[in-house]
């Protein structure tokens, strides 16, 4: 992910921070400030999406008609623009109302009951400043492209590390893995920070 910069929402909901992100293509990403903490004169945060975090998955097809392809989380920008007035159909039967926002797909609404069998394990490569979920709940599936695409959302929410600047923006932090994984950890373990 790339440095983009944050500006502060007006407004509080329960006496949460709001910050509203923004992506290299200028789409916007609503989310709570779930913590935040000084560390070596910089202070960060640990961001948390207000509407539902979407994820669409797909299998790669295969070479032998007889193989099951690899289930891969569509990912292109180009993919996704394609397919996503289908997804939006689909998921609207449901009443929720997917969002090209920015980072990731969201979709505002409320979800349906979580079944045992509407869970969805998965092995997602980690990115630098957000938490990939391993087990998402099966929303819907649609049919675009000649390929047949799943609608989830994450049983564990995705998290983004933010790093505050003067005038009140915030970047996506960017760091290597360790000092990330050092953030990361301090923010969602650390007890002694106030919750207002």
Same mark, same amino acid.
């Not at 099951?68 to 289908?86: L, Q, W």
């Not at 609207?92 to 090209?100: Q, S």
């Not at 938490?131 to 564990?156: D, M, R, W």
């Given at each position: 992910?790339?440095?983009?910069?944050?500006?502060?929402?007006?407004?509080?909901?329960?006496?949460?921070? $709001?910050?509203?992100?923004?992506?290299?293509?200028?789409?916007?990403?609503?989310?709570?400030?779930? %913590?935040?903490?000084?560390?070596?004169?910089?202070?960060?945060?640990?961001?948390?999406?207000?509407?539902?975090?979407?994820? !669409?998955?797909?299998?790669? !097809?295969? %070479?032998?008609?007889?193989?099951?392809?690899?289930?891969?989380?569509?990912?292109?920008?180009? =993919?996704?623009?394609?397919?996503?007035?289908?997804?939006?159909?689909?998921?609207?039967?449901?009443?929720?109302?997917?969002?090209?926002?920015?980072?990731?797909?969201?979709?505002?609404?409320?979800?349906?009951?979580?079944?045992?069998? %509407?869970?969805?394990?998965?092995?997602? =490569?980690?990115?630098?400043?957000?938490?990939?979920?391993?087990?998402?709940?099966?929303?819907?599936?649609?049919?675009?492209?000649?390929?047949?695409? %799943? $609608?989830?959302?994450?049983?564990?929410? !995705?998290?983004?590390?933010?790093?505050?600047?003067?005038?009140?923006? $915030?970047?996506?932090?960017?760091?290597?893995?360790?000092?990330?994984?050092? !953030?990361? =950890?301090?923010?969602?373990?650390?007890?002694?920070?106030?919750?207002?």
């Amino acid at each position: 992910m790339s440095s983009s910069q944050f500006s502060s929402e007006s407004g509080q909901y329960d006496d949460t921070e $709001i910050v509203t992100i923004y992506d290299e293509e200028g789409r916007s990403l609503s989310c709570y400030v779930e %913590n935040e903490i000084e560390y070596d004169g910089k202070a960060y945060v640990l961001l948390m999406p207000i509407d539902l975090a979407i994820v !669409i998955l797909t299998e790669e !097809i295969g %070479n032998d008609e007889d193989d099951y392809g690899e289930t891969i989380m569509v990912e292109d920008s180009d =993919e996704i623009e394609a397919i996503f007035d289908d997804a939006k159909a689909v998921l609207g039967e449901l009443n929720l109302y997917l969002k090209r926002t920015g980072f990731i797909l969201t979709a505002s609404g409320e979800l349906p009951p979580l079944e045992e069998n %509407n869970i969805i394990s998965l092995e997602i =490569e980690e990115h630098a400043s957000e938490i990939e979920p391993e087990e998402l709940q099966f929303l819907a599936s649609f049919y675009s492209l000649e390929q047949k695409y %799943n $609608i989830c959302t994450p049983l564990t929410p !995705i998290l983004f590390v933010g790093e505050r600047k003067s005038f009140g923006k $915030i970047e996506v932090f960017q760091a290597e893995e360790d000092e990330l994984g050092f !953030i990361l =950890e301090e923010l969602l373990f650390d007890q002694d920070y106030e919750e207002d």
